[in-house]
């Protein structure tokens, strides 16, 4: 079976390869492929996909998008394009009509209309939150969804650009793959790169280099979250060798901040406490973000399963006094780390 993509559905951009590979066909299985585009190509009456399984001699014949879902439904399948080309052409397709319902919003709907960059970015942070929880939840389902959304605030930003004579979705997708590649010189040039702290410092010294009188810490928006701007600051002084030794010495210098928090509590030791263990993380090469995000979803499931236990114990959890609370939450603990093969912590120490 050769399945052939013959573009986006326009008929005079059907691809003369296209065209060659149906003239020849012996039999020509059709995915709802557009009267016009069907002419262009010669074919008449074609079988429609679904009605029997095409045999080895078969040509299916469909719109790029569709094609490449039925060449990654049947990956023995011959294609034409080649499936990378067909793969291009079908992410081309999907974004080009993103775009286009993007523009049509502005156009058409009274809401989107009265919108303005100011007035979306609201909207386009709150999608942000949604990919990470949908991330974290491995729901490759949502995943999908909440990364399309995101992408929708992506076009529909990019619109402003197009609407001011600035740039459109073409060149703000343009200028990021020529970012990535200038700054990937391991990947598309003759740069070595041993590691990912390799890639790290190559990374932050090439920004550093090309905005050299913007300073060490040129575009570190300082409305970031305070662990997420901990983290690129600390990055950003590593990379002009700012840093003090390795995890023993970032776990030391942490030690001694707890022991200045515990001698004198309050905001500013706190804030130290904080900071030095984003640089443990530093070195241990751990997104402190995710780390804690991991611990606090660890933490949610477990007091909600706590809760249960007291349910079927017949109480209510916020009624029960601490010390009753605290024995749910550790079988909660126990059980969950029965179930996945840790080695208990009984006790109240142990892991959160």
Known sequence: MRIVGVGMGDPDSVPARAVAEVRDAALVF???VPGAVLDVLGVVDPAPLGAQQPGDDAVVIALD???????????????????????????AASVARLARVGARLRRDCPWDREQRPETILPHTVEEVFEVVEAVTEGDAARVADELGDLLFQVVFLSRFLEEDGTGDLGTVAAAQA????????????EVVAGD???VNRSWDARKRAARAEQGIFHEVPRGLPAMAYSAKIQRRAASVGFVFGDVS??????????????????????????FAAIAVAQRLGVDAELALRETAVRFRRRLEHASELARADGRRFEDADLDDQLEWYLTARLLEQASSGESPTPGRSGDI
């Open 249 to 274: 010495d970032a776990m030391a210098q942490l030690q001694e901040e707890v022991g200045e928090l515990a001698a004198e509590p309050g905001s500013f030791e706190l804030g130290d406490v904080l």
């Open 30 to 32: 059709a995915a709802d």
């Open 196 to 198: 990912a702290a390799d």
């Open 65 to 91: 998008v569709e094609a490449h879902r039925l060449a990654r439904r049947f990956p023995d399948a011959a294609t034409t394009p080649p499936r990378d080309v067909l793969r291009d052409r079908a992410i």
């Open 178 to 189: 020529d970012k990535m590649i200038e700054r990937h010189p391991h990947v598309y040039g």
